[in-house]
T-cell receptor
């Protein structure tokens, strides 16, 4: 399973509150990604990271920020959650030894 | 705008039948991915296709890539119920692992 965990796995929050999702990997991979999955849209890339303190925006980054202060942790923050950010969030890694992208178990976020 | 289109988006079929899912994309890409997702679960990698004419097979699933036509197919042979899932294709147009995804094909296989 590529050693990826996400926390929390489920969260319900209210509009306007800050939320932080955590992705943790155990194998020191450089490349990490945050996606959101919504019905009819497949997955869409939010932010990605190529190493510690090396992050950049993806396709749908508005309203999200990320941080990576350690190789193993990639944090996704919603500064002020909105109902449009209700989604399932997946973290992924790409090992340097392969082109395959592996996914964490996902976090289901509901913003009321 | 880069588009990745899958069709059909929904497919209901009988066990034992053959069928093909199509993935068209609108720009060049060196990599084409196929994933499987069961309801409420994460995504599982099926195939990574890296060159024109690439063909990979795993059990009853076979994927192929035609980069000139910007088309990949996922062929299911003699379908069984356990293959019921949603299948996604994704491309990597800039070869930097920032994947662009299709909307998914929900496959239901009836006994």
């Amino acid at each position: 399973d590529a050693g990826i965990t996400q926390s929390p796995r489920h969260k319900v929050t209210e509009t306007g509150t800050p939320v932080t999702l955590r992705c943790h990997q155990t194998e020191n991979h450089r490349y990490m990604y945050w996606y959101r999955q919504d019905p009819g849209h497949g997955l869409r890339l939010i932010h990605y990271s190529y190493g510690v303190k090396d992050t950049d925006k993806g396709e749908v980054s508005d309203g999200y920020s990320v941080s990576r202060s350690k190789t193993e942790d990639f944090l996704l923050t919603l500064e002020s959650a909105t109902s449009s950010q209700t989604s399932v969030y997946f973290c992924a890694i790409t090992p340097g030894s392969t082109d395959t992208q592996y996914f964490g178990p996902g976090t289901r976020l509901t913003v009321l | 705008e880069l588009k990745v289109e899958q069709n059909p988006l929904f497919l209901s079929m009988q066990e034992g039948k053959n069928y093909t899912i199509y993935c068209n994309y609108s720009t060049t890409s060196d990599r084409l991915y196929w994933y499987r997702q069961d309801p409420g679960k994460s995504l599982e990698s099926l195939f990574v296709l890296l060159s024109n004419g690439a063909v990979k097979q795993e059990g009853r699933l076979m994927a192929s890539l035609d980069t000139k036509a910007r088309l990949s197919t996922l062929h299911i042979t003699a379908a069984v119920h356990d293959l019921s899932a949603t299948y996604f294709c994704a491309v990597d147009p800039d070869s930097n692992y920032q994947l662009i995804w299709g909307a998914g094909t929900k496959l239901i296989i009836k006994p």
